[in-house]
Nanobody, 124 residues
Framework: QVQLVESGGGLVQAGGSLRLSCAAS????????MAWFRQTPGKEREFVAA????????GYAESVKGRFTISRDNAKNTVYLQMNSLKPEDTADYYC?????????????????WGQGTQVTVSS
């Protein structure tokens, strides 16, 4: 049973940066996409970014392109999300998910394992 634990969230001013980490334990991440989603109260959990096992395939939501960078270290069973130029609208709980069962990484239903979430608050 894979367990995912996020860390790195916090309070930051607009324009600032944060780096989220997602550490997997209880097993080795199999081949598949690892992803970050985010959610605000009353809204659906939305896709942020995903990365393939090799790192050769990466996808981002339009709203974060050019500002966020996803990466992974398979030797450490860890996935990262570097968030730069943060905006107040990036405020949310961020969740790590994976590995995906197929290449349909945008779909929440592709992921069996989820972390507990880490809160990111961006002040204006």
């Amino acid at each position: 049973q894979v367990q995912l634990v996020e860390s790195g969230g916090g309070l930051v001013q607009a324009g600032g940066s944060l780096r989220l980490s997602c550490a997997a334990s209880g097993g080795t991440l199999s081949s598949g996409f690892m992803a970050w989603f985010r959610q605000t109260p009353g809204k659906e959990r939305e896709f942020v970014a995903a990365i393939s096992w090799t790192g050769n395939s990466i996808g981002y939501a339009e709203s974060v392109k050019g500002r966020f960078t996803i990466s992974r270290d398979n030797a450490k069973n860890t996935v990262y999300l570097q968030m730069n130029s943060l905006k107040p609208e990036d405020t949310a709980d961020y969740y790590c998910a994976g590995p995906s069962r197929s290449g349909r990484y945008l779909n929440k239903g592709e992921y069996d394992y989820w972390g507990q979430g880490t809160q990111v608050t961006v002040s204006s």
